[in-house]
């Protein structure tokens, strides 16, 4: 998200739901968090709103009628970072990693609290991160971690793997930024859950295995090499060195 030199503006959401009701209380408990709000029920309108919105925040239903929650998640990745929350009544764990597999930083399912959904926003909201695109600010040296052909820009939340710029959704990046802290350290999934998504959450640790597997992705690694990403079996997972 692209900002000029006036003042900071209003954080922005979506809240993409088919049922009036449950969408309009969502966009109540965001409005009253500060959030400039844009409400719509139809997935195919919430893309061309987003282009327009440029929404810190999308709360997304799975199961939209047409164009549905999975495929706006993934057309919405083309073009932005915004944090994701995908929302599902099926609580099959398909449904669940097949939304991840597109992007979703977080999901919740039908019923749920919109105290807790709020208070995980804005548990994430918090954290600084650079948009897509436009000036980044600059890359101080202490704020680079360098694994290899790997590097990671913790100030400017940018990362390269041999000079080539890797577009990291904003919890993806969080996943580095906690593991290359300290890379000779083993953090366990449940520490990484705690890092990264922190309040209130209740998921299954297959959550930290299914944004493990995107990143190593994106970054040309994998789980036999470990490169930059190391299983520790029984444990969790730490950085590799790179080569």
Request: glycine share 12%; aromatic share 4%; net charge negative.
């Amino acid at each position: 998200m692209n900002e000029g030199t006036g003042a900071v503006r209003e954080l922005r959401a979506m809240v993409v739901e088919d049922e009036p009701d449950l969408a309009g209380l969502v966009a109540s408990y965001l409005e009253r968090d500060g959030f400039e709000t844009t409400v719509t029920g139809d997935g195919a309108a919430a893309i061309d709103l987003a282009r327009g919105v440029d929404p810190d925040v999308m709360v997304l239903d799975l199961g939209l009628p047409g164009l549905d929650g999975v495929e706006v998640c993934r057309r919405l990745r083309e073009f932005s970072d915004a944090y994701v929350v995908m929302l599902t009544a099926r609580t099959e764990e398909v449904d669940t990693l097949i939304g991840l597999s597109v992007g979703a930083d977080d999901y919740m399912t039908k019923p749920f609290s919109p105290r807790e959904l709020s208070a995980r926003i804005q548990a994430r909201i918090r954290r600084p991160r650079a948009g897509l695109g436009g000036p980044r600010p600059p890359s101080p040296t202490r704020g680079l971690r360098v694994f290899g052909d790997l590097a990671v820009d913790v100030a400017a939340r940018e990362v390269t793997v041999g000079g080539r710029p890797i577009h990291l959704t904003r919890t993806e990046f969080d996943v580095l930024a906690v593991l290359s802290a300290d890379p000779g350290v083993v953090v366990t999934r449940s520490g990484l859950i705690g890092a990264v998504w922190r309040t209130g959450w209740d998921g299954a640790d297959h959550l930290v295995d299914v944004h493990i597997g995107h990143l190593r992705r994106k970054l040309g690694d994998d789980a036999v090499r470990g490169r930059y990403v190391r299983t520790v079996r029984g444990v969790g997972y730490r950085m590799g060195d790179g080569r």
